[in-house]
């Protein structure tokens, strides 16, 4: 009997193939096929696009009644939440209304909204739409900001948008990749100032409300509050992926790698360490007298703001890199779980996941 046809490497892993891609694989096969033979063969390449779709950030409407979803590939899809909550709610009504390409220079990492625009950011340009055309299902680019490049390959991405509103101006605040944080006028599109300070990355941003603090987490493991001293917690990890400030601006909650922490900032105390063994938390909010947080597992952890895991929630994405709440509407309200995954995780009551949303590419 001759060689066998089929290399020790594909005989070795066929089987994993198979069950990623759905495809069948053939007994026999050319000994110069590679592995990606039957994901390129038999796999369109809308179908091999959507298997890696990730979905980095979430933003909900001014009106509560829809959802916006930025992926990997710089665009964005608007989802129905009336039509998929009803009653007569099926897969059919758990993909987009309608999509657009948001972004020609690659993935969209954060979303923001004001009562009239939502504005996206990540590789390229910060972009406003306005939420009127969007929901016209005709988008038109309202204005766009450049971050400051510091040579001729400097090109930040943006990780983060907040928005600030005072009484006499709005501010769009950016945490970008040089390390640095932006904030321009809204109104006027002038860049006001720049805050710098981390000597990493800067992955996370939360405003405090009533005095406009800003809070920023960075991969150098430090939060820094700026007007104020900052936390330093080398002794809970070495980086930082995420921080919220709490609605009554008493209460700052940080976390990344391997554990996350609640401090008092009257205090500027560490009140509660919450231990999450072998995840890194990636997003986390406050929400009424509870913390959500997720990140490198496919859960949705739930703590008391003792520190005791209040609910382990199981989702689709393997990583999560966004969670949202809608308190826009009491009529809609859910949590939306976004992550390494075409799926975008709904739950109604929050303990359990109701259904997933589908960000389609067409």
Request: a positive charge; charged letters at 20%.
């Amino acid at each position: 009997m001759g060689p066998d046809p089929i290399p020790k490497l594909l005989k070795k892993n066929h089987w994993t193939i198979a069950q990623t891609a759905r495809v069948r694989v053939p007994e026999r096969a050319p000994a110069n096929y590679s592995t990606a033979y039957f994901l390129t063969k038999d796999r369109s390449l809308p179908a091999r696009k959507l298997l890696h779709t990730t979905v980095f950030a979430q933003c909900f409407s001014p009106c509560g009644k829809y959802l916006a979803a930025a992926n990997n590939y710089g665009k964005i899809a608007i989802f129905s939440l009336s039509t998929a909550l009803s009653p007569e709610g099926s897969e059919a009504t758990w993909k987009p209304i309608f999509s657009f390409q948001a972004s020609e220079d690659g993935a969209i990492f954060t979303l923001s909204s004001t009562d009239a625009l939502l504005i996206s950011a990540g590789n390229g340009p910060i972009c406003a739409w306005k939420w009127a055309d969007i929901l016209a299902k005709g988008p038109k680019l309202i204005w766009s900001l450049n971050i400051p490049k510091k040579g001729p390959f400097s090109n930040p991405e943006v990780n983060t948008l907040q928005i600030d509103e005072q009484e006499s101006q709005t501010y769009v605040l950016a945490g970008c990749g040089d390390k640095n944080i932006y904030g321009w006028d809204i109104s006027s599109g002038k860049q006001i100032f720049q805050l710098s300070g981390h000597t990493d990355y800067i992955h996370d941003l939360a405003v405090k409300k009533n005095n406009s603090l800003y809070a920023s987490a960075s991969e150098d493991g430090t939060v820094r509050l700026w007007g104020r001293c900052g936390c330093v917690r080398p002794e809970l990890g070495s980086w930082l992926g995420c921080v919220a400030i709490e609605s009554n601006d008493d209460w700052l909650v940080c976390g990344g790698g391997p554990r996350m922490s609640v401090w008092h900032l009257r205090s500027m105390s560490c009140t509660t360490v919450l231990d999450t063994p072998k995840a890194t938390m990636k997003t986390v909010q406050f929400y009424e007298d509870s913390i959500i947080s997720a990140g490198s597992q496919p859960f949705v952890h739930h703590w008391f703001m003792n520190g005791e895991q209040k609910a382990k929630v199981p989702c689709s994405p393997t990583s999560v890199f966004n969670i949202a709440v809608n308190t826009k509407s009491e009529n809609h309200r859910v949590l939306c779980v976004g992550g390494n995954s075409s799926k975008i995780d709904v739950s109604t009551n929050f303990g359990y996941k109701a259904f997933s949303l589908t960000f389609t590419l067409d």
